[in-house]
């Protein structure tokens, strides 16, 4: 087939035909093919919705629009949005695209037939995406002119403000995501409803299935609380069941559109399915899940005494390889707390407040730590617990960076937990949404689990995207280095010592003035070996000392530690190894023994320059301790506005490579603190001031040859690394759970930063 038609019917599409059929139209067809009862449908290919872009006229007119779109300006998104929208709706369908549009639905009830119109974008029901609900469907459609309309109703919605937001913060280009249409028999569902064959936060083979009366949007949308049923596939047999108070339900109404209604009374507190029904749902779902592999996301109706199966996509909230015990339905008390979700997971544990280091002996196994904001000298802690939660900070706090390292689920910025959360009291933290409930999750026995649906930054053993951006990979804690390993990284962007130091939990001061230099320069060897044995051949940038005085100052030596109004702001990074030599002098020679076993392929990063001086002065330092400076990589980070100014002098200097600090470099141009829950909303990795810094410094390293990266958190925001990739940087370092998706960001940038290349050399 050289071409791709128009239209396409169920039978003839698969689940790789998502290119032309989108998520919805792939996962249909594929479950025609397997026997599951899936009513009758054509889609209206994505080609077809390309041909009427390119036939209108509209392709280029329409993504100007959405270049440089700022997607957290609401009402600059909003207009575009409209305006976008309207040219769509607007346009005039090609008439040979029309034409086959109605040849089908005439086919599939002369004309009459009653039907779903609903979008399936080539970006939507993923894997590691499920983009759901971002584009319209349209329900209850008949004749000619309501299909065609409704049709070019859902091309449009491809570009809803809420479609083009999802797709920035998922870092999926505009001009790339096609959409798709299925033109599906309505079916007027009696009772309707969604199922996970498996359990959506652990990956048991619990089978949940929702429903309630009429059509499934009721339950899809929220407009009614369904009845929920739990099938364990194991005893076969139902494990709970809870009956809602069902008060409306969403009903067909004439020829055109929906309706919703007050259920009568007597129905209203009725249990939507029966025994049977439920048994034969869940054998729909073992089904489902055993074709693809992973668990599924299911929607489902019934007439009389035929169930429907309406859609199944993979369900993108299990974690890869849980072991902790599953939660059952119906636990999860009262919220008692929303932050922001740091760090994935569902934890449940025994509350213990840490107010200061102090504290931190009450900490064992599995429990809840909670304090104000973590910072490094708790880290010995943090790596025991369940789960972490914090009055204070945002997505790059402390706690936040560890805790996504570590595995450790997280809710940061809660405000009140430290005083609403006491000693010893048992909750349940979703570090996903960012929840603290009541009580605990009820552990199930112990059962073998089903493989679970891979996610992003969960997927190992795959195959390799390859890019010629280097996608790196940070790291804090050596325990951590086989996990960010396995992500297939190109190399460590920045590992950061603090918490190798910061765990001895003395001082750098304290072993000088007790003569034991050399056990501080053992510990440093062995944990930076960890990491470099864990990435042969490929690069490993370690960031001297940047530890505040104040994560010092409670440590053995730490009453000789200065007190700074603002240590963020005071005496560390690259600035206090020069005023302390003895400190810097041990770091060097812990560097120095690992380049003489070979380790040739560690790079030293200083951190916190403002001078181009600063980097003279640490390399004439080196050498002078019998470092061949020539011979190895020095690099600095740029987190201070006059380095990134300054980079050009910086270059000169002789430096090899050159990463961005971004959690610094916004909070110093911006002048936002970014623990600060009442200002992290301004804490913006985008401000023009911000990107100019950026874009100007990756020019003129790019000008000298100097290698320019990226290790702050921005690293790790897909929709920022695009950008930075078309602005010219040759490596990105990301969080550990965030590589696999920047991976696939810089595959997609340069693949299509290629085609526009050539598009524009051949016009």
């Known amino acids: 087939m050289t071409e791709m038609p128009n239209i396409l019917w169920l039978s003839e599409i ?72 309207a040219m769509v709706i607007g346009a005039k369908m090609p008439e040979d695209i029309r034409e086959e549009i109605l040849v089908a639905y005439d086919k599939m009830g002369n004309g009459e037939m009653v039907v779903a119109v609903r979008s399936s974008a080539t970006a939507e029901d993923l894997p590691d995406a499920s983009f759901a609900g971002q584009q319209e469907t349209y329900l209850n459609i008949k004749g000619e002119v309501a299909v065609i309309e409704a049709v070019q109703q859902c091309w449009a ?31 007027r569902s009696e009772k309707s409803g969604v199922m996970f064959s498996s359990h959506p936060v652990t990956g048991e083979p619990l089978t949940i299935i929702e429903g309630s009366w009429g059509l499934g949007e009721a339950v899809v949308s929220g407009s009614v609380s369904p009845d929920k049923y739990v099938y364990d596939r194991r005893l076969k047999r139902i494990v709970d069941r809870l009956i809602s108070n069902k008060e409306y339900m969403i009903v067909p109404t004439g020829d055109h559109g929906t309706e919703l209604v007050t259920i009568p009374k007597d129905r209203q507190d009725m249990p939507v399915l029966s025994g049977a029904e439920v048994e034969a749902l869940a054998e729909y779902a073992r089904i489902s899940e055993e074709h693809y592999g992973v668990p599924e996301d299911l929607e489902w109706g019934i007439v009389g005494d035929t169930i429907y199966i309406l859609q199944s996509r993979p369900i993108t909230t299990i974690k890869a390889g849980e072991k902790k015990a599953p939660a059952t339905a119906g636990d999860l008390g009262k919220i008692l707390l929303e932050g922001n979700g740091a760090s994935p997971g569902v934890a449940s544990g025994r509350v213990i407040i840490v107010h200061d280091v102090k504290d931190l002996g009450k900490v064992r196994e599995g429990d809840i ?16 617990v369940g789960g972490i ?26 405000k009140k937990a430290t005083k609403t959360l006491k000693d010893g009291q048992m ?24 493989s679970a649906a891979p996610v992003a930054g969960a997927v190992f053993a795959q195959t390799p995207v390859i890019t010629a951006t280097s996608i790196k990979v940070n790291v ?92 963020m702001l005071g005496w560390r990074g690259l600035r206090r190894d020069l005023q302390s030599p003895a400190q810097f002098r041990m770091q060097i020679e812990a560097f120095k023994r690992l380049w003489d076993a070979g380790y040739d392929n560690l790079g030293l990063m200083f951190p916190l320059v403002s001078h181009p001086d600063q980097f003279v002065r640490a390399k004439e330092l080196i050498a002078s301790w019998g470092v061949k400076v020539d011979e190895i990589a020095l690099g600095i980070m740029i987190e201070i506005p006059a380095c990134a100014i300054l980079i050009e002098d910086f270059c000169k200097a002789g430096v090899s490579f050159a990463s961005f600090g971004t959690n610094d470099l916004i909070q110093y141009t911006i002048a936002i603190d970014r623990n600060n829950e009442l200002v992290a909303p301004m804490y913006n990795p985008r401000h023009p001031a911000v990107l100019k810094l950026i874009k100007d410094a990756i020019a003129v390293c790019r000008q000298y040859g100097v290698e320019c990266s990226i290790c702050g958190q921005a690293g790790s925001e897909p929709a920022m690394v695009q950008w930075l990739i078309e602005n010219g940087i040759t490596s990105v370092s990301a969080n550990i759970d965030a590589v696999p998706k920047i991976r696939e960001t810089a595959a997609r940038t340069e693949k299509r930063m290629i085609l526009d290349s050539v598009r524009l050399k051949n016009a």
């Open 14 to 85: 698969s689940k790789d035909d998502i290119p032309f059929v989108g998520g919805k139209g792939a996962s249909l067809g594929e479950m025609t093919s397997v026997g599951l009862p899936v009513p009758d449908a054509f889609v209206v290919t994505a080609q077809a919705f390309r041909k009427f872009l390119i036939d209108t006229g509209l392709e280029d007119s329409l993504f100007d629009l959405l270049v440089d779109l700022d997607v957290e300006n609401s009402d600059e998104l909003e207009e575009i949005s409209q305006n976008v929208k």
């Open 157 to 187: 919605s491809l570009y809803g403000a809420r479609a083009i937001y999802y797709r920035a913060k998922q870092g999926f280009d505009d001009k790339t995501v096609n959409i798709a249409v299925v033109v599906q028999q309505l079916v």
């Open 369 to 384: 730590l909670v304090a104000k904001m973590t910072n490094p000298d708790m880290v010995p802690a943090m790596r025991k």
């Open 389 to 414: 939660v914090t009055d204070e900070g945002g997505m790059t706090c402390h706690a936040a960076i560890v805790s996504r390292e570590l595995g450790t689920p997280a809710v940061v910025g809660t």
């Open 427 to 450: 909750i349940t933290l979703d570090g996903e949404k960012g929840l603290v409930f009541e009580g605990a999750i009820a552990a199930a026995p112990a059962t073998p689990t089903v």
């Open 476 to 567: 804090s804690l050596p325990e951590a280095a086989v996990r960010a390993a396995a992500t297939g990284a190109d190399g460590v962007g920045l590992l950061r010592i603090e918490h190798l130091i910061l765990g001895l939990n003395k001082t750098p001061g304290w072993f000088i003035s007790q003569g034991k230099e050399e056990e501080f320069i053992t510990e440093l060897y062995k944990g930076i070996k960890v990491v470099l044995d864990a990435f042969p051949g490929k690069p490993v940038w370690v960031r001297t000392l940047d530890a505040p005085t104040d994560e010092f100052r409670n440590m053995l030596g730490g009453e000789e530690e200065p007190d700074e109004h603002n240590p």
